[in-house]
């Protein structure tokens, strides 16, 4: 999905006109649409520096508007191909199941399997109502900024129980 897309995708999810948005980012208030509106439809392509802008505005990490371009089933095929070659994730038949699997002998197996482990648990979470769609859906446009911030989280609670056993 082009870029343009994924901003007007997070803009109405957000509730946010074009105007709103683009004098969030700093555009004049007279043609903060206009300009919203060149990036929305393709006109224009935000620079990294704007898309880091639009991403905050929107709450969401700069990664996920600018995801590859899978407006077209040929194009996601070709995306999943690139997937195939670069992280090591191959389709197999699984009973009658056709599953993207992570390929152990892939060098980027470990990194790839912290992300679908990561991705797995919130998934589960969702599915057994300990998590609300929103949650997810926050869990997933902020990754991996969240896991981050749970995992310093831990080594905090970490060094606290160590300080306390020490005193």
């Known amino acids: 999905m082009a870029i343009g897309k994924r901003i007007r995708f997070f803009r109405t999810l957000r509730g946010m006109t074009q105007k709103h948005l683009g004098t969030a980012v700093g555009f004049p208030t007279k043609n903060a649409e206009v300009r919203l509106a060149q990036y929305e439809t393709g006109s224009h392509k935000p620079k990294t520096e704007l898309a880091a802008k639009l991403a905050n505005a929107l709450s969401v990490s700069p990664q996920a ?60 979470k969702l599915k057994s109502g300990e998590i609300t769609k929103e949650e997810y859906d926050t869990w997933r446009y902020n990754y991996p900024r969240i896991e981050t911030e749970r995992f310093k989280e831990k080594i905090d609670a970490l060094r606290a129980e160590k300080e306390e056993e020490n005193q």
């Not at 690139?82 to 197999?92: A, S």
Request: glycine share 4%; hydrophobic share 40%.
């Open 65 to 124: 508007l600018t995801v590859p371009d899978i407006d077209s089933y040929v194009g996601l095929a070709h995306t999943l191909f690139t997937l195939e070659d670069l992280y090591g994730i191959k389709i197999e038949n699984n009973d009658g199941q056709l599953c993207l699997v992570l390929d152990r002998e892939n060098k980027s197996y470990l990194s790839m399997f912290d992300i679908f482990n990561a991705w797995s648990k919130e998934a589960e």
